[in-house]
Every structure is written in C-alpha cells, then in structure tokens.
C-alpha cells in the first residue's frame, strides 16, 4: 500500500463511519497509470528551509551577543 495511513486518517476527520469500505476495495482491481509528477522529496525545499533556519539562528544569536 502506498500510503498506509489514509484508512485511519479517513475515519479520524469523519470522512469514513468505520472501515467497511476497505472490503469494498478488495474486490476492485488496482490500475496503474503513467503518473505526470512522481512522488519524491523536495530535496531544494529541505535545503532552503534548513539554510533559512541556520541564518535564522546566526541573527539570533548576533543579537544575543552584542
């Protein structure tokens, strides 16, 4: 399963009453199609915010001292 948590993320914001509907999804066959964006992780954004966070601190900690 692709994203595993989604089941308790459904019934927990009332999307869902119980988990009956997983039965459903037993009996329907999975197709795969060509994706436009694949999942991945925004190794840029990762990088902007830590360096957004160093600076940060680096000010903070200017301040701190004079």
């Known amino acids: 399963r692709r994203h595993p ?3 308790d993320d459904l019934l927990r ?6 988990k009956r509907w997983l039965d459903e ?3 329907v066959e999975s197709v795969v ?3 436009r ?3 991945r992780r925004a190794y840029f954004k990762e990088w902007e915010k830590a360096l957004r966070i ?3 601190s ?9």
Do not use: F, H, Q, S
């Open 13 to 18: 914001l009332g999307y869902e009453p119980d």
């Open 25 to 27: 999804l037993r009996t």
């Open 37 to 39: 964006y694949r999942e």
């Open 54 to 56: 160093y600076l940060k």
């Open 58 to 66: 680096r000010r903070y900690l200017k301040r701190m001292t004079d």
């Open 33 to 35: 199609y060509p994706c």
């Open 5 to 7: 948590t989604l089941a």
